[in-house]
């Protein structure tokens, strides 16, 4: 019932900025941790940032300083501001949500949305 939407993804050149936003939409009381995933054709899934509900943030080694996560959680939504970006970044971006309590009788342990790609090129 719950889903994750992203959005925000295209193409952009090298050293550009995009800021890609994901949606839980149905009925949800809460969500524990929010973030984004990226996953470059031949590679595995790697985990970008994670957020807390309680704003606590994560980030992997090569974005620290270049993007910033950032959640709504009125909104149950997750957004990931992404700076001076690099060619090697393209790839697929997945929004994901871990502990989601949609009601008393309803829990998702771990959610993925579709991906929206990222393009990085000149």
């Known amino acids: 019932q719950v889903q994750l939407v992203e959005s925000g993804g295209g193409l952009v050149q090298p050293g550009g900025s995009l800021r890609l936003s994901c949606a839980a939409s149905g009925e949800i009381r809460s969500i524990n941790d929010m973030g984004w995933y990226r996953q470059a054709p031949g590679k595995q899934r790697e985990l970008v940032a994670i957020?807390?509900?309680?704003?606590?943030?994560t980030y992997a080694d090569p974005v620290k300083g270049r993007f910033t996560i950032s959640r709504n959680n009125a909104e149950n939504s997750v957004y990931l501001q992404m700076n001076s970006l690099k060619p090697e970044e393209t790839a697929v971006y997945y929004c994901?949500?871990?502990?989601?309590?949609?009601?008393?009788?309803?829990?998702?342990?771990?959610?993925w949305g579709q991906g929206t790609q990222v393009t990085v090129s000149s």
């Open positions: 957020i807390t509900s309680g704003g606590s943030t």
């Open positions: 994901y949500a871990e502990g989601i309590y949609s009601d008393s009788f309803t829990y998702d342990p771990t959610l």
